[in-house]
């Protein structure tokens, strides 16, 4: 079922924090053998606890910023949860929700070159595309369908996901 709901986008986020996001990241992919399970064809997924890395000042902050955008009364009973994903060339995450939440969001640390947006699926049957920009927030309700098309860029296209759980 598609709904419609509102998807909150805010631009120049903690634009500070995208070279060292982007080293945490990385180096990350380094230490981890592997990928965590994941619907993301191709590319990486760290744990999911990716907020609470050791040696991670850049997530740390960027989970202060995300909770400050989703506001106390969101944060009520619960703490954002998040995932980073490192897409290259061939690798795409095919339509899904994340629907044990009740908001979700992705924070885009380096969009790839060309950018590949995220796309939303609309109760109406429209497709949204939400164009990946360094430093973009997207906050948006957690049943809301959403794929990121085969990205074919050289550079690595990566991003923050959250869910705010029920």
């Given at each position: 079922m598609k709904i419609t709901a509102p998807i909150q986008i805010f631009d120049d986020v903690r634009l500070d924090l995208l070279p060292m996001l982007e080293r945490?990241?990385?180096?990350?992919?380094?230490?981890?053998?592997g990928s965590f399970p994941s619907l993301n064809c191709g590319g990486w997924k760290s744990s999911e606890g990716a907020f609470e890395w050791e040696s991670a000042p850049g997530m740390r902050a960027l989970r202060a910023t995300i909770c400050d955008h989703l506001g106390p009364s969101s944060l009520?009973?619960?703490?954002?949860?998040?995932?980073?994903?490192?897409?290259?060339?061939g690798s795409f995450h095919p339509t899904h929700r994340h629907q044990t939440a009740i908001r979700a969001g992705v924070y885009?640390?380096?969009p790839g070159d060309?950018?590949?947006p995220t796309i939303f699926e609309l109760a109406t049957g429209d497709d949204l595309p939400v164009e990946a920009k360094p430093g973009r927030l997207v906050i948006f309700p957690g049943n809301l369908w959403h794929r990121v098309p085969v990205y074919s860029g050289d550079t690595p296209r990566i991003t923050i996901a959250f869910d705010l759980r029920r």
């Open positions: 945490e990241i990385l180096a990350r992919i380094e230490s981890q053998r009520a009973h619960n703490r954002p949860n998040a995932w980073a994903m490192v897409n290259r060339a885009y640390v380096s060309p950018p590949t």
